[in-house]
């Protein structure tokens, strides 16, 4: 067996986890910088945000896919249930009617259903079928809970047609009420995108005037002013103190993305760092509240971070702010 086959069925059997590729190739690509740069802040630093980049994003690209492909299987479950139920009622087998499913359209279920026809043309049990299905929709509560019953209603010898036609029922049912709650609260998904581009404004305003303050402060204190503004990092200069970290973390920030140096860098700094967190966590309150999962918060945490650090960086670079 060649080096390309071991590869694979290591991929297949789970032996090599396909997710763990990212994370390993940023772990190598900040190793290399750190070695590589050793002493430039600035490149270390940029090594570590792309690091972070390769190994996050694409995570959380692939969570979200998955969110949505348990999300259409969902939707599609009422439909393969009923049709399962009229062909048994047309004397058909649990089987053979799993087989003239697998010949109809239902979507992402499509391939879950060829699937599972498959496992039972090679002669594994119904049930056994019906398990490894429920496992791997292990992200699903609903279908879990689904296929148990059909696969207990099924080994009891009870009316599987009646109990398919009552889940189905029930499934309808749910996405309904979750279709009208989404539209409810969609309203409330557009106010939190306002409030965080209200937040990037509010710091727009805070830069554009903290800073000009800041550059008259030699002026004021020569004048004999007593309320004037003052680089919070001064009196971390040279110093080891553990309440000095965050002066060592913005130094850093403005080194990497050029913020400008001494209180401006502290303070261009920070109000980046906020944007950036403020966007994740926003967010993931979105995919909360609209779809009621954190991982379709992805998308909006994605969405605002992004807009959020883009619109700082190019007011930063173009001296507007």
């Known amino acids: 067996m060649n080096i390309k ?17 990212p994370p390993v190739i940023a772990a190598v ?51 393969f249930l ?34 599972m026809n498959n496992q039972l043309s090679w002669g594994i049990s119904l049930q056994e079928v ?14 879990r809970r689904v296929v148990g019953i059909i696969n207990e209603a099924y080994s009891s010898g009870g009316d599987i047609v009646r109990t398919m036609e009552a889940i189905a029922e029930d499934i309808v049912t749910v996405n309904e009420v979750e279709k009208e709650r989404k539209s409810m609260m969609f309203q409330h998904v557009l106010v939190m995108y306002a409030i965080y581009f209200i937040f990037i404004g509010i710091i727009i305003g805070l830069s554009k005037t903290l800073i000009p303050m800041l550059e008259m402060n030699v002026e004021a204190a020569a004048m004999g002013g007593i309320m004037t ?12 103190q ?16 050029n913020l400008g140096a001494g209180a401006a ?39 605002m971070t992004f807009s959020g650090f883009g619109i700082l960086m190019i007011l930063f670079q173009t001296g507007l702010i």
Not at 5 to 13: H, M, P, Q, S
Not at 30 to 43: D, H, R, V
Not at 242 to 257: A, P, R, W
Request: aromatic share 12%; net charge positive; with cysteine.
């Open 5 to 21: 086959k071991i590869l694979n069925t290591k991929l297949d059997t789970g032996l090599i986890n396909k997710r763990m590729l």
């Open 229 to 240: 503004f003052q680089d919070p990092c001064t009196t971390c200069i040279a110093s080891s």
């Open 130 to 143: 019906l398990r490894r299905f429920s496992k791997r929709m292990d992200k699903s509560n609903s279908i």
């Open 242 to 257: 553990l309440y000095c970290i965050s002066c060592v973390i913005y130094g850093f920030v403005c080194q990497m993305f």
């Open 82 to 115: 009923l049709d399962l139920a009229e062909t048994q009622k047309a004397g058909m087998g649990f089987p053979d009617a799993l087989k003239i499913a697998a010949k109809t359209d239902y979507g992402k279920l499509s391939d879950e259903i060829i699937k």
């Open 265 to 303: 860098c502290y303070y261009n700094a920070l109000f980046l760092i906020m944007a950036v967190v403020q966007g994740i966590f926003t967010g993931l309150v979105c995919g909360q509240i609209g779809e009621n999962s954190i991982v379709a918060g992805f998308k909006h945490s994605l969405i």
């Open 29 to 79: 690509l900040m190793f290399i910088g750190i070695i590589l740069f050793w002493g430039n802040g600035a490149m270390i630093g940029n090594f570590i945000l792309l690091g972070l980049v390769i190994g996050v994003i694409p995570y959380v690209i692939i969570s979200y896919f998955d969110f949505e492909k348990i999300r259409a299987i969902e939707d599609q479950l009422p439909l």
